[in-house]
């Protein structure tokens, strides 16, 4: 058996990585769209008349169809019955038609009156409705593609450098959020805001791509795995009664909380930081995303490293309370009012970025501590359902509170006046998030204590 071991592609450090860059270029170009429109809301402000209800509202439904119509609990279980092949692909297309969806938002020619009776609850905007409903679609596939990703990490390193292999993923991931933040800006102006959407979706195609190729090397690891015969052992096999089990587990919630409470402190960050910029620290419009981007690259340099500390000596719940300490600190600087200096900004937005390294280089390699490997792809989708109830409410919310405790500034500003939003009563939003994720990373140490999980023990087994 040790020699058959010995002949797979998962012992081969050279397939497993590159497995692991194939999966991650896909995840790239996800992270892309996703925040294609993010530097752009003074651009949309003046050139298609949105305020920012509009914008958080488009922003918010990211997380529509994964949150109130249980889409990721349903993902999860395909993954589990189905397998990562059919789910990656599967994924990816809806990634593609979700992102067609919102670039036909921004393209075709609307009557500027039109409207669309929502759920027959409220009217949005026809363009508003179109958007939010691409992105929707969007953010179903992404997710569904993330946890795909996570569970196929799993599988190409456990018990090898699996932190490191999930940090190396973000951090690719992560470059895909440093482009538009950083340029898509600039690139709007240049162009116009469909073509910067468009070239977007292009690149979820060559995504579609990377995963049939990444499919090849799976089935071959499958073979020499002989996975086909556990497939069919009853006691592998995948039952809706395994939810329960994850449910029933006290360490999924708090890491699940913590998932929800930290993501919900950044990612709505990279939807608003751009806007900051240039309301509080006086940066130019072309440029509003550059410094929001140095999160996303502090990711990709820092959350490997981290991920290596976690694998060769442990200490996962600890580096997760460190990172909800710092992300406490720059949050409460960007909230301080007489903070305005961009050199400030600059060095606050780096330690923002070490915290956002820190907490996701230990959070995701302990999911495989905590919940049995064949109910790691619900587990996953479940964690990922949690965090999209904090994407999908949190950028809402941050719009609206911007507009109320901002009235008339987004009129005067579509009409071409010099104004600038007051963030501080909006950025307590942020403040309080941070507080809540350093106390559930501390009940989370206590319960691995209590329950010897081993979170705080290397990943690599000798």
Known sequence: MGE????????????????????????FAGYLFTEIISPLKPILEKSYGWDSTDF??????YGFFNVWFMMLIIVGVLLDKF?????????????IAGGTLKYLAFKLDFDPDSTVNFLFLFEMKTPIFLASMGYALFGVGVEYAGITVSKAVVKWFKGKEMATAMGMQVAIARLGSFIPLAFGAKLAKMYDVPTVILGAVIMLVVGLIAFFYYNILDKKLDEQLGEQANENDEEDKFEFKDLKVIFNNRGFWLIATLCVLFYSAVFPFYKYGPDLMVNKFGVSEDWAGVLPSLVPVGTMLLTPFF??????????ATIMIIGAILLIFAHVVFYLPFITSVVFAFFNVLVLGV?????PSAMWPSVPKIIPEKQL???YAAIFWIQNLGLWGIPLLVGIVLDKTN????????????????????????????VLALLVAILLKAEDKRKGYGLELPNIEE
Do not use: C, H
Not at 56 to 61: A, K, L
Not at 307 to 316: E, L, M, Q, S
């Open 377 to 379: 792809g619900s587990a």
């Open 83 to 95: 397998g990562i092949r059919f789910s990656t692909i599967s994924s990816v297309l809806i990634m």
């Open 407 to 434: 009235p008339g500034v987004a009129a005067a500003k579509n009409a071409g006046e010099n104004v600038t939003y007051d963030y501080q009563t909006t950025w307590t939003i942020f403040v309080g998030l941070t």
């Open 56 to 61: 958080g509202t488009v922003t918010s439904f």
């Open 355 to 359: 915290a956002f390294s820190l907490v």
């Open 307 to 316: 991920g290596g500390i976690y694998d060769k000596k442990g200490k996962g």
């Open 4 to 27: 058959l071991l010995k002949q797979t592609l998962r012992d081969s450090k050279k397939a497993r990585w590159t497995a692991l860059i194939i999966l991650s270029f896909t995840m």
